[in-house]
T-cell receptor, first 115, second 110 residues
Framework: KAGVTQTPRYLIKTRGQQVTLSCSPISGHRSVSWYQQTPGQGLQFLFE???????NKGNFPGRFSGRQFSNSRSEMNVSTLELGDSALYLC??????????????FGPGTRLTVL | AQRVTQPEKLLSVFKGAPVELKCNYSYSGSPELFWYVQYSRQRLQLLLR??SRESIKGFTADLNKGETSFHLKKPFAQEEDSAMYYC????????????FGKGMKLTVNP
């Protein structure tokens, strides 16, 4: 099976802009989770989607949002970008709902740089 | 608040030496803990979970509720064990999420 894919792999934006990142899960996986990874804060959970519904959400401002489509592909949107949003954004998929009870398979990440 | 602490950022050992990667957690409920690993130029992947009580690639981890620890151990390190290791905790009740430690880089020298 093909692994989790994320597009684009690299992105440069300026402050105030918005950005949309995409994640295609492993075929048959219905849960998609998103994480932000920065040198200072490490890996932080953003949210989990399952069957087009947000199941869980981390402690991020409302500028961070996501959605999931009927084919389980997911998008994450960040509006009004700030310098501190520069990070590696990881997506992970699993067959069933629940970020911990089912093994998550991670994508390669999207490196976002905000200038 | 839920927290996972990996007190050491770097650990360097020689091949064949024992390895212990420390992880301490803070959580009021019944913890579910994991170790994730990221090898060079590879994706983050699950190494083991405490509930499975399994040994993966020679690594084991025991949950010690008294010391709130979940240290990862291997009796004889191999060069291919060199990687970033992340300890993680699931929070339960309400919003379920994975809380990660900041990671530790293990280097096994020949």
């Amino acid at each position: 099976k093909a692994g989790v894919t994320q597009t684009p792999r690299y992105l440069i934006k300026t402050r105030g802009q918005q950005v949309t990142l995409s994640c295609s899960p492993i075929s048959g996986h219905r849960s998609v989770s998103w994480y932000q990874q920065t040198p200072g804060q490490g890996l932080q959970f953003l949210f989990e989607y399952f069957s087009e519904t947000q199941r869980n959400k981390g402690n991020f401002p409302g500028r961070f949002s996501g959605r999931q489509f009927s084919n389980s592909r997911s998008e994450m949107n960040v509006s009004t970008l700030e310098l501190g949003d520069s990070a590696l954004y990881l997506c992970a998929s699993s067959p069933l709902a629940g970020v911990g009870y089912n093994e998550q398979f991670f994508g390669p990440g999207t490196r976002l740089t905000v200038l | 608040a839920q927290r996972v602490t990996q007190p050491e950022k770097l650990l360097s050992v020689f091949k064949g030496a024992p390895v212990e990667l420390k992880c301490n957690y803070s959580y009021s409920g019944s913890p579910e803990l994991f170790w994730y690993v990221q090898y060079s130029r590879q994706r983050l992947q699950l190494l083991l979970r405490h509930i499975s009580r399994e040994s993966i690639k020679g690594f084991t981890a025991d949950l010690n509720k008294g010391e709130t620890s979940f240290h990862l151990k291997k009796p004889f390190a191999q060069e291919e064990d060199s990687a970033m290791y992340y300890c993680a905790l699931i929070t339960q009740g309400g919003s379920e999420k994975l809380v990660f430690g900041k990671g530790m880089k293990l280097t096994v020298n020949p």
